[in-house]
């Protein structure tokens, strides 16, 4: 397939840039774990330009340790998607996909960067990995922004069931994944740097474990935007940077029990966010806090749920981590965990977006909702688009959730 | 169907199954009957409050007629991690539809020699899965002789399909949907006298005379009903090839024998005429595209069920690649109800007008 990308300088280029600029003044008038997350996550955007590296596009949940090890900057497409609407621009993006045929009814993080890609706006990748986790949609995608950039994907087909054959099957994958890579780039793996890399892991998830238990603290130290879109983290993960990260906001929030500072100033309701949140510009959370003193004391998609990797096996580790991924496997099992959660976090109420075009969690939402229910939690579904807003009512919403939090 | 052969498929306990990956030859040497779901064809009621409005229709047709007791017939049902829609299927009913067996196969994107030995473990675990459940040893001979059967079964398709090439078709689309249909609910044995039935009354009848049907090719995930070719036809085609997963895709399989039937079983599923989910969209492309020269289509017809993400995201390029090698294409949803299809009459009348 020919490449049909328009050619020219990226906007994302820039955009990272000023994102770095911006953030470096910042930190240097005050350091905040946020400020300092955001920086790294630009610094890993502006790695896609660098020469010295080779670049990857991928899905959200692939084993960034391993790219990283290899001399691979990597962003997810999901990344680009969320970063577009924050900014308010996404809509000719995912426009111009809608105009080359790409549906209304698939996910709009994806439908906006294959038309970023379209438009050229994206860098061009040497190679593109995808996984199967969490869904169709985002493997699907790279394949078709590779099919844009005459660029090869390889898809990672992630297993349903917990099992040593499926660790094992994951391990022999991680393995054709490095040969494709190198393959592709003449970059080989550095064992001992992956080695280092799932260290760095560890040890930065050690202290976010430790931030996020400090979150179960009434009121919270965190509020609904501390940790909001924190799942970016996968890129910087098992990096020095990320442990930094990570010790910032345990240092963070545990200054603040310790003074007693409230995330939110007379925290009433605590708040738990199902996936996503809602990326585009919009009233939502202010309200909650402001009108109803509700905080978001937890994002699911924040939440640790593996154990300790061993640097020995780090392939076989990493492959664990990915097989049990809550968005991997029987959705009953994150459907547990979020009411596990719940009654962790004292959780009144639980918000999912549901966002349009997400088939693995839309087909699982009654069974979030019953397992929430079964610990007292009640949820509301939003049913909203999360990157394009044409079809959005902010009126509405606020209806239904004030009804909601009424209701707590 | 005489007496004895309702009698012995009554007799049969019956195993469900969905996604045309689903190794049915494993259920079929338990000494089961192999029925595929197929929902209801009419609107929701009740799946959409388990399930997002926006997911497959035919996954959630299939959790409404399961919700009113449409699965009582089934011991079970073997779900294929297929796409989101499937699995997602799989785990509502484990929730929801209280059947004795609910089964899902891991099923690889890919085709290297991992991913068929890891298939080839997944089918291993399902026949150890019935044999723990029901009680019921698979043998290596029963094995070998469903395979045979559905390899025979096949290959009499295959020789319908051929009276396919001829101009008018010697065989329709609609009775060729109809028949293969069949064997979702007959044992292959039987379904196989009845098709070298029809094989040899058709071949003995004097050709059809012209029709002036234009020769399209119906192309996609999976068509609900063989109502549908008939409404297609009924719109001034002759559909001559089918390239969908309840249709042609369904019958070609490259089987082959190496003493190892549940390697070869994985290989030949893996290595079949790919799903949109498999992401080769160049050899889905090809195929089409000999597929119609060889059965002398002028144009395709490609329907996709709404949602369906894997069929959806290759629609532009499988669109552009065709209709780049000359072919006419209409590019059609549906929604699993023959009301949704009924709306496209006059769009399907267009495309026969300008073929």
């Given at each position: 397939?020919?490449?049909a990308v328009t050619?020219g300088m990226t906007m994302m280029e820039t955009y990272f840039?000023d994102l ?25 955007g ?11 596009w ?17 962003i997810f497409v999901e990344f680009v998607g969320a970063m577009l609407a924050g900014a308010g621009i996404a809509r000719p993006y995912f426009e111009k996909a809608e105009g080359a045929g790409y549906s209304t009814d698939g996910c709009a993080y994806h439908r906006t960067s294959i038309g970023a890609a379209m438009a050229g706006m994206m860098p ?13 949609g985002g493997?699907?995608a790279?394949?078709r922004i590779?099919?844009l ?79 909001k879109n ?46 996503n949140r809602i990326q585009f510009r919009n009233g939502l ?68 977006p549901s966002h349009w075009g997400c ?23 939003l049913d909203v688009d999360c990157v394009d807003e044409r079809n959005y009512s902010e009126g509405q919403l ?11 | ?53 926006n ?254 993400d894997?069929?959806q995201y290759?629609?532009p ?39």
């Open positions: 397939m020919k490449p050619t840039h770095v600029e911006g953030l470096r003044k910042k930190l240097e008038e005050k350091e905040t774990a946020r400020r300092r997350f955001i920086l790294e996550v630009g610094r890993i502006e790695r896609m330009f660098d020469p010295g590296w080779s670049s990857a991928t899905t959200v949940f692939v084993p960034f340790e391993i790219l990283n090890s290899m001399g691979v900057a990597a061009e990748p040497d190679l593109l990995i995808g996984a199967t986790c969490p869904c169709d493997a699907k790279v394949r590779g099919d950039y005459g660029k090869d994907t390889f898809i990672i087909t992630v297993p349903y069931e917990v099992t040593e054959e499926s660790i094992g099957y994951m391990v022999a994958q991680f393995r054709r994944m490095i040969d494709f890579i190198t393959e592709r780039t003449g970059r080989k793996l550095d064992v001992d740097k992956l080695r280092e890399a799932v260290r760095f892991g560890n040890e930065g998830c050690r202290y976010m474990t430790e931030a996020l238990e400090l979150c179960k603290n009434v009121p919270a130290p965190n509020n609904s935007n501390d940790l924190f799942i970016i983290y996968v890129l910087i993960s098992g990096t020095k940077e990320g442990v930094e990260v990570s010790k910032l906001f345990r240092d963070e929030f545990r200054e603040r029990v310790e003074k007693g500072i409230a995330g939110l100033p007379g925290e009433k309701h605590r708040l738990l966010w199902i996936q959370i202010e309200m909650l806090e402001r009108d109803f003193k509700a905080n978001v004391v937890l994002d699911e998609l924040n939440y640790i749920h593996w154990e300790e990797m061993d640097d020995r096996d780090p392939l076989r580790a990493l492959a664990v981590r990915q097989i049990t991924h809550p968005f991997t496997g029987p959705a009953g099992r994150r459907a547990a965990m979020m009411a596990k959660l719940a009654v962790e976090y004292g959780i009144d109420g639980a918000i999912n088939r693995q969690s839309g087909g699982a939402r009654n069974l979030f909702r019953d397992a929430l229910a079964e610990v007292g939690v009640p949820v509301i579904h606020r209806t239904r959730l004030e009804a909601f939090m009424e209701m707590l | 169907m005489n007496e004895e052969e309702a009698e012995k498929m009554e007799s049969l306990p019956k195993a469900g199954w969905l996604c045309s990956y689903t190794p049915i030859e494993i259920l079929h040497a338990a000494g089961m009957l192999p029925v595929r779901v197929f929902g209801h064809g009419g609107a929701i009621r009740k799946a959409d409050s388990y399930m997002h409005p997911l497959c229709p035919y996954v959630r047709s299939v959790l409404d007629a399961a919700l009113d007791g449409g699965c009582g017939h089934l011991e079970g049902v073997v779900f294929v991690n297929s796409c989101d829609a499937m699995r997602r299927l799989r785990d509502v009913f484990g929730s929801y539809v209280n059947l004795g067996f609910n089964h899902l196969i891991d099923l690889p994107r890919g085709r290297s020699d991992g991913d068929v030995a890891y298939f080839g473990r997944e089918l291993g675990n399902l026949k150890r899965a019935i044999e723990k459940c029901f009680g019921a040893e698979i043998t290596g001979e029963a094995l070998g002789d469903s395979i045979e059967k559905y390899e025979k079964s096949r290959d009499l398709y295959a020789e319908l399909n051929d009276l396919r090439k001829e101009s008018p078709p010697r065989i329709s689309g609609t009775e060729m949907m109809r028949l293969g249909w069949q064997i979702y609910t007959t044992p292959p044995e039987i379904w196989s006298e009845r098709a070298e039935s029809v094989l040899n009354g058709k071949k003995a009848a004097f050709p059809p005379p012209p029709d002036g049907g234009r020769r399209v090719l119906l192309a996609g995930n999976m068509i609900h009903s063989p109502e549908i070719t008939e409404f297609i036809e009924g719109c001034g085609f002759d559909v001559v090839y089918d390239d969908t997963c309840t249709g042609g895709r369904f019958f070609e399989m490259p089987m082959e024998d190496s003493g190892d039937p549940f390697g070869d079983l994985a290989r030949a599923y893996l290595f079949r005429p790919a799903c949109a989910r498999m992401m080769v969209i160049e050899e889905r492309i090809s195929r089409i595209i000999e597929k119609a020269k060889e059965f002398g289509a002028a144009g395709v017809i490609h329907h996709t069920l709404k949602f369906c894997t069929y290759d629609a390029n499988l669109k552009k690649s065709i209709e780049e090698a000359g072919l006419k294409t209409l590019f059609i949803e549906g929604d699993c109800t023959l009301g949704g299809f009924g709306q496209m009459k006059t769009r399907l009348e267009a495309f026969a007008e300008i073929l």
